[in-house]
């Protein structure tokens, strides 16, 4: 005999039962009619009770089976106790079964494996968390909240990612009914099912969906690590990123200059009662090229501040742990191309060197002055954006309309991340080698690497051969 506790299959919760594994109180019992007596019976019927686990008690039922059918009632006495017996029968290897004889439904609203999964957890006095409170301790970890790294600047956006995408998980274990087992009852399978349903789908990419395998096999490993369990997840592979993906093209070296002068040069934007004349872009051209030559990413140079760039005359940023993405130190020496060192040198980066308090000063800032005041990522992307708009359509005559008009060249998937795929591009066929763009781009693989110079193999590919010489 057990105490009645509750258990939580799902998102509900249940009574359990007392007597472990039993959702009948006692096997059935016929009744027969008694005309005579204190309690008169005029009908045949199966009596037994079944738990209710909404409720949390036992619930008498009534079962008639074919008793009140007239073929039945004509039958003589002793063929009415042979056939009953027979039903009474059947209505107990139902019960035995966990089914209601009277509905032929199971009695647990929920499938036995998933109860019987949910009662060997109530009993467990295991401390690995369930999903829900799992997840929570695991974003409170990525939001620097706890730790030895707690408040670090790189975390913002980690937290917003990381909290989108297992807000998505849970729902998904909520609809299949296993958000409520611990981290060590998952199966591969179920992780694996979670995945494909949003690549199947076409939701995510092939990068994508690695990324996101990359946060669960984070997840998992994370509390394996610290209650000593295997992690089912870790052997689930990637997907293979095909070449053919347009995410993020590069641009040609003619597009590339024409994004170059549209922000260096000022530009008239025409009102329907006046022009303003628009002057160049400092900030953009500089943020542009800093990812063209240095391959930082918008949300890094967004987080450079003074303490980082005092090498630059050396041809170096010394970049902190807690800026770059990958957050391993063996990356964070960044080379400057000389032409950015001569770009920087006019800003008076200098001057800020020798006081301390300068230190967390950040330095790409709206107005290229040193501050505490950070600008967003999404404020590059915007003002880029808006550029690639006015390069991409033109206008022609149609009748006596003015009509845009896209122009093809330009009708591409363009961001600010092309201008860091066209800038690999170019590094490598000005001489760098793999390891050193690996490097320059703080990729933890050469096969992160080459997915920047796809273009450059499809081109390479259509090249004609060179002949060589027949032996």
């Known amino acids: 005999m057990s105490q009645i506790s509750l258990i939580k299959v799902g998102d509900q919760s249940y009574f359990s039962p007392p007597i472990e594994g039993q ?19 005029p009908d045949w019927y199966i009596y037994y009770s079944i738990w209710d686990f909404i409720k949390g008690e036992w619930v008498p039922q009534k079962f008639y ?16 106790d042979l056939y009953a017996s027979i039903e009474l029968d059947e209505a107990n290897n139902d019960l035995k079964n966990n089914i209601n004889p009277r509905t032929g439904k199971p009695i647990a609203p929920f499938d036995g494996r998933s109860y019987a999964e949910a009662l060997e957890d109530s009993k467990d006095e295991s401390p690995i968390p369930r999903l829900e409170e799992a997840i929570s301790i695991f974003l409170k970890v990525k939001s620097g909240k706890v730790g030895d790294k707690a408040g670090a600047e790189n975390k913002e956006n980690t937290t917003i990612t990381y ?60 509390f394996a690590k610290i209650y000593d369990y295997k ?33 260096d040069s000022s530009h008239t934007i025409v009102y329907p009662h006046y022009n303003r004349i628009m002057p160049p872009d400092n900030q953009l051209g500089l943020i542009c090229r800093t990812i063209f030559y240095t391959f930082l990413r918008p949300s890094e140079i967004a987080r450079v501040k003074i303490k980082h760039i005092k090498r630059y005359k050396e041809g170096f940023f010394d970049l902190a742990i807690d800026i770059t993405k990958n957050k391993k130190a063996v990356f964070n020496e960044l080379y400057i191309e000389p032409c950015l060192v001569e770009m920087y040198s006019k800003l008076g980066w200098e001057r800020y060197f020798n006081d301390k308090k300068y230190e967390n000063y950040y330095v790409f800032t709206s107005d290229l002055v040193p501050s505490l005041k950070k600008v967003t990522k999404d404020a590059f992307s915007r003002k880029f954006s808006t550029v690639i708009n006015k390069l991409s359509y033109g206008s022609e005559l149609v ?18 991340y092309s201008l860091k795929h066209t800038g690999n591009i170019i590094a490598f066929k000005a001489g760098f080698t793999l390891t050193q763009l690996q490097l320059q781009n703080r990729h933890s693989s050469v096969q992160q690497t080459e997915n920047y110079l796809r273009k450059l193999k499809q081109e390479i590919n259509e090249e004609p051969r060179p002949l060589r010489p027949a032996f």
């Open 23 to 41: 959702y009948f109180r006692e096997l059935a019992v016929l009744k027969k009619p008694n005309p005579t007596g204190k309690n008169k019976n």
């Open 65 to 80: 089976s074919n008793f009140t059918k007239q073929e039945f009632l004509i039958q003589k006495s002793k063929q009415k």
């Open 163 to 222: 909290t989108s995408f297992f807000n998505r998980f849970l729902v998904w274990c909520k609809n299949e009914k296993i958000d409520g087992l611990r981290l060590d009852k998952f199966q591969r399978h179920q992780v694996h099912s979670f995945l494909e349903s949003f690549y199947l789908k076409g939701t995510w990419v092939a990068v994508t969906y690695n990324n996101n395998l990359g946060f669960i096999k984070s997840f998992f490993n994370h």
């Open 231 to 263: 992690n089912v997840v870790e052997n689930l592979e990637d997907k293979e990123i095909t070449e053919e993906s347009d995410r993020f093209n590069p641009f040609t070296v003619a597009q590339l200059k024409e994004v170059f002068n549209f922000i």
């Open 399 to 416: 009748g006596k309309e003015v009509v845009k008009t896209l122009k093809p060249e330009w009708d591409d998937n363009f961001s600010l």
